[in-house]
Structures are given as C-alpha cells and as structure tokens.
C-alpha cells in the first residue's frame, strides 16, 4: 500500500487560498500519478485533479477548474494542491492518494475504494 500523509488544511474565508501538502517517507512519488479528492460531510468521496508521473493534470471534475491546479516537487518528495477563491462548498477532508496511472487511481478510488487512504487534511472554508 502507498500511504501518503496530507497536510495544509485549516479555516480559511470565503475567496481564500490554501495551499495542501501530500507528502510520502516510504517511497518517492514522482514515480507515481499522485491525485487529490475529498469528502464533505454527508457526502461521498469525490476526485478533484491528479498529476500523471510525467507531470501531466488530469482533471477528474469540473468545479475545480480555473481554481485549483497540481504541482509537484520532486525534491521536496512532495505533491501540492493549490486552492484560490475557495468557496464555502470546498469545505471536506482532502486525501491524497498514489497509483501507476490517474485512471487506475480514479478507478481504485471511487469505484472499488481499494485506496489505503490516509487521515486526510481539514479545510473548512467559513467567514
């Protein structure tokens, strides 16, 4: 399993920025298509974008777009989720989560949950 940790979140107002975090000490991730989702209270997990090994964005939905972009820092062993103009609707969990391409992992994610998900990142997005 590819455990990876999130991290970044916190109480930010409406038309904010934050910046998330997904980092991994077991393995390097640019190896790996890393991709962000999350999961509003009540409601089922959902996939935001993913960044393929090769650096490629693939966007698993369309609320995002214009908003949120992926990068990666190899050096750094880490992947961001960058979030500007935040909406009150953008309030979840975000995990993070790694396999050999973005479709497997969207499949793994949303159709069979055989993701081994981690704790996840709080975002909470309120004036």
């Known amino acids: 399993q590819l455990q990876l940790v999130e991290s970044g979140g916190g109480l930010v107002p409406p038309g904010g920025s934050l910046t998330l975090s997904c980092t991994a000490s077991?393995?390097?991730?640019?190896?790996?298509?890393i991709g962000w989702f999350r999961q509003a209270p009540g409601k089922e997990r959902e996939g935001l974008l993913c960044?393929?090994?090769?650096?490629?964005?693939?966007n698993y939905a369309d609320f995002g777009k214009g908003r949120f972009t992926i990068s990666r820092d190899s050096a750094k062993n880490a992947v961001y989720l960058h979030m500007n103009s935040l909406k009150r609707e953008d309030t979840a969990v975000y995990y993070c989560?790694?396999?050999?391409?973005?479709?497997?992992?969207?499949?793994?994610?949303?159709?069979?949950?055989?993701?081994?998900w981690g704790r996840g990142t709080q975002v909470t997005v309120s004036s």
């Open positions: 960044l393929t090994s090769t650096d490629n964005t693939i």
């Open positions: 077991t393995f390097e991730l640019h190896y790996y298509a």
């Open positions: 989560a790694a396999e050999e391409t973005c479709r497997r992992l969207q499949v793994a994610a949303l159709a069979t949950d055989s993701v081994s």
